[in-house]
């Protein structure tokens, strides 16, 4: 018993890391700005996708990774200018439906380019170690590390850059931040593709793991979603901290109950969670 | 409203009920059923109206509501032993009910997206619980059973044909239709439309907002349900599939495509894409919701009124 | 102060703007000249800040100009019009709340065109200025005083090394011994030559520190006058501002 426990805890933890960095990009979109990004999912998916698609042509994946950052941030950002920009000061409906108009519309699109068979993305190295009962794979280890590096170097983009400052300035208050010359049109644009390109990292580095295909944002979006408002809007620690928290959740509970179930056990702390600390479990009550 | 418009609409609704009766004695057994259908998906759509277009609460949830009509009219139809078509329509909304407590309890205490978000989760968890719950629901292959025949207890019983199905599918959208309509132009419609536009103000005026919110959310489910209970009459079967949050999402996207706001462009927005749809695949086969898709996303950038925003004022005078 | 009619820098010319379908400002037309200290006084909600955010582009008014050193700028987004050299200070401060105050002058600093020496330059100067900014240089915006933050939010638009800056009611909610420090930075602000176009509602610092006051009432430029004169004749103040 206990070595399962352990075995789900390491479980969690990577899941839990892979989660962050998915989730990290819609909460700094979500808290920046006001966009409730459906399509969130399908980045993920089209980053895997274009992953698989550069690793097939380089045979490398570590470069298949880099491509399907920069090819789906850049992809974000067109969407945001197109799709995204002409909402700007709609009620926010607006942008829930075009947002899942969009995640519609690339689904099917990877359907109908890729067809319904899953794809494979062939892990960088292979190699083993026991762990118990369990043979487990060093690559899922790695997948929780580059995830926290990914995120690190982050918040470090965040907290130090010039750009960091125009994030962080046009998040605390986007009209004050145009009154002192920062382009906020473009810090917006900038997060989107920011958060698009992470989204796609995720997926590349949770490809091996999975077969990629395109359903596989349907399942993502919606942790992702609880993960974003468990751990309060726009905060990136505490975003960081809910993944874990509700992949860990989820991990134990697959002992007791099928895995789909799992999600019944995170819903339930979501609506806990928006019942007494609407603002978000690991953030500090404002005053 | 005045006289004169009084008579223009029950003219064009007369109209509309006429030509939708008149549809299954001259259209093929394939697009009988399927105008039922569009009657089916647009009460659901009319029932999703009014919390997104009249109290301005934006919710994916309808699919619980709706699966769970399905669901309780099929629960119903399987346990006695002579399907009754009265009981299936009271389990499913008595079961519809049930879940609209539970989003209306969520409904008082967060607001927009958070709400929003709720509802979508909980689309979820029901359809979790139906999927894994084989013995009960019939998991994923859902349930099927036997269409109920129209009764009178002890007076009469006569078995549906689609025709009269669809009779009594048009009946019972058209009077709910009717019924959501004089709700929404009644004084409770009213305080629904300025909690949309302020709540705050509408709550310093000294609304109860809260229940306010409670009860357009009950009205909502029940008549979602009402739409699940149809569909299963008229399609013998439940499934999960129809509890999915993407179903939810469809919902909203015939509301904005129609016009919310307006109870009958749900309806229309319901009958455009389904029809949409229907041609689209005959033409690009499986990956229609790609066209489908863009025209969607067009028309929330370039026409957020939707088909029949024009006759939001109107409609509502 | 000298007594020539300076050369105009801004020029706002009967602007209209529409909050919804409420009418808010209903035609203002003023000037204010290179490097002067120009005022702005009335009533609460006659549309003063109003006319600040046209200038700045924060709300486009629907009809008339904004002309900056002969320029349009009527319409132009915010970020273009800080950038061609207009500060904004509104009401409220509005510094950034969880960005340091170093980060908060950061905002104006890191622009194009400006060199790290010349950066480090501006910054001495407005530490030496401000040294209560430059104690708490590392603090979070929002921990600061209300004072504080309303020197912050001084010193945040002079980063931008503007060619006016627009003050809205610098002196609300401060303490007196503050608002004479807050004359005290107008005037030095003057020196530098950078215009001011102050909003207040505190008659004797507009008085003092302006070289002309413009009278707005309902949304319209009803009277101007120097405010030499209105320091020794002040029935117009009572007639406008009603103290």
Known sequence: MLQQILIQTLNGVITGMILALVASGLTLIFGIMDVVNFAHGELFMLGAYVGVLALAATGNFWLALVTATFVVAALGAVIYVVALRPLLGRSPLNTILATFGISLVLQNYALWQFGPVARKIQEPFTGQFTLFYLVYPWYRVLIALLSAAIIGAFWLFLKYGKFGIWIRATTQDRTMAQAMGIPVPWVLTGVFALGSGMAAASGVLFGPLVGVNHAMGLDWILKAFIVVVVGGMGSLGGCIAASIFISLLEAYSSLWVSPSQAIIFSSVVLILTLLFRPTGLFVPTPK | ?317 | MSAAAPSVLVKVEDIHTYYGKSHILHGVSLEVGQGEVVGLLGRNGVGKTTTLKAIMGLVPPREGHVLLEGAPITGLPSHRVARLGVGYVPEDRRIFPFLTVAENLRTGLDRGGVDKARKAALLDKVYAFFPVLAERRNQAGGTLSGGEQQMLAIARAMMLEPKIMLLDEPTEGLMPRMVSQIGAIIDVLHQEGVAVLLVEQNVPLTLQACRRVYFIEKGVVRHHAMAAELRVNDAVVHQYLGV
């Open chain 2, 1 to 317: 409203m005045t006289g004169r418009d009084k008579l223009v609409f029950w003219c064009v609704f007369g109209a509309a009920v006429g030509l939708l009766a008149l549809a299954p004695l001259v259209l093929p057994e394939f697009w009988r059923r399927f105008v039922t259908e569009i009657l089916i998906w647009g009460l659901l759509a009319m029932s999703s109206d009014i919390l997104i277009g009249y109290t301005g609460l934006v919710s994916f949830g309808h699919s619980a509501f709706f699966g769970l009509g399905m669901y309780g009219a099929a629960a119903a139809l399987l346990l006695f032993v002579k399907p009754n078509l009265w009981l299936a329509l009271l389990s499913g909304l008595v079961f519809a009910a049930l879940v609209g407590v539970f989003v209306a309890y969520f409904a008082t205490r967060l607001r927009d997206i958070y709400f929003a978000i709720t509802t979508l989760i909980f689309s979820q968890i029901f359809y979790v619980v139906i999927f894994t719950w084989t013995d009960v629901t019939g998991g994923e292959n859902g349930l099927t059973f036997s269409r109920p025949p129209l009764s009178l207890p002890g007076i009469f019983s006569v078995r549906f044909t689609s025709t009269t199905l669809h009779w009594f599918v048009l009946a019972v959208v058209a009077g709910s239709y009717l019924v959501l309509r004089r709700i929404t132009q009644s004084p409770f419609g009213m305080v629904l439309q300025s909690i949309r536009e302020n709540e705050a103000r509408t709550r310093a005026i000294g609304y109860a907002v809260e229940r306010y919110k409670i009860v357009a959310v009950m009205i909502s489910a029940l008549f979602a349900g009402l739409a699940g209970i149809l569909y299963a009459v008229q399609n013998e079967f439940a499934a999960p599939d129809f509890v999915f949050f993407l179903v939810s999402g469809e919902v909203v996207i015939y509301n904005v495509i129609g016009g919310i706001g307006t109870l009958v462009g749900p309806l229309v927005g319901a009958a455009f894409f389904l029809m949409l749809r229907e041609g689209l695949s005959r033409v690009i086969s499986d990956y229609y919701l790609i066209p489908l898709g863009l025209v969607f996303i067009a028309m929330v950038i370039f026409m957020p009124q939707g088909l029949l925003g024009f006759l939001r004022r109107p409609l509502n005078r």
